[in-house]
């Protein structure tokens, strides 16, 4: 499963951390709300690519949750966690917008073996490339191609290293600042040292002029950062 940003809504402390801590080891990117107020106020930040979603919370029930995004036709694909059990419980969860069910208690593998299924049939997810100048995102391999005179030279990049990359490829020519990176690439409620885009950022950079690409990635001092990919 390739990566992924994932808004993971449980009120249920020990659950929601052991789920959390599951997707982390699975190299996905992981924001936990805990009641659907805040899980409201995660998504009109972020992007995500799959909810997971507790149908009994404070503030705002899951399928509320789900009705509203829905009505922002926004085409995120939802796994919906409950105690809930009965067949008419779960239509009504399917016909709020989930896309699939989960019945609690349930073992962790089930629920990743969910999500992979969930991944399979959303088009959205399917492992792709992202293509800008001569460089080209693998996120079926967490890799990026450069294309040069003498082919294609793949190179492995870390976690940080490839949603850095994404977000760069996602906005070139345009000046990205710390913030935003901070916003979008790292889990709510995380405390990062201060200087963890910067550093993060000279990482990926390192890498980029080991292999001739030291031009792309410029830093405007005080501003952020601009992508500049060749053509």
Not at 19 to 32: E, P, Y
Not at 194 to 200: E, G, H, L, T
Request: glycine share 6%.
């Amino acid at each position: 499963m390739s990566y992924m940003r994932i808004l993971l809504v449980e009120d249920e402390p020990d659950l929601g951390a052991a789920i959390k801590q599951s997707l982390n080891h699975t190299n996905h990117l992981v924001d936990w709300a805990l009641d659907g107020l805040d899980a409201w106020d995660y998504f009109k930040l972020k992007e995500y690519h799959l909810g997971i979603f507790d149908w009994l919370l404070p503030g705002v029930s899951g399928v509320e949750l789900i009705k509203r995004i829905r009505r922002q036709q926004k085409p995120l694909p939802i796994l919906m966690l409950t105690a809930r059990d009965s067949m008419e419980d779960k239509i009504a969860g399917l016909d709020a917008g989930a896309d699939d069910y989960l019945v609690k208690p349930f073992d962790m593998p089930e629920l990743l073996a969910r999500l992979r299924a969930l991944q399979r049939r959303t088009p959205q997810l399917q492992p792709k490339r992202l293509q800008v100048g001569n460089l080209s995102l693998d996120y079926g391999t967490n890799t990026f191609w450069l294309r040069e005179e003498s082919g294609e030279k793949q190179v492995l990049l870390t976690k940080k290293e490839f949603q850095l990359l994404e977000y760069f490829m996602q906005h070139p020519n345009q000046i990205v600042t710390s913030d935003q990176l901070l916003e979008q690439l790292w889990e709510f409620g995380a405390e990062p040292p201060s200087n963890v885009v910067a550093a993060q950022v000279c990482l990926l950079r390192r890498k980029l002029t080991k292999y001739g690409c030291d031009d792309m990635l410029k830093t405007f001092y005080g501003l952020g950062y601009r992508f500049q990919p060749q053509a």
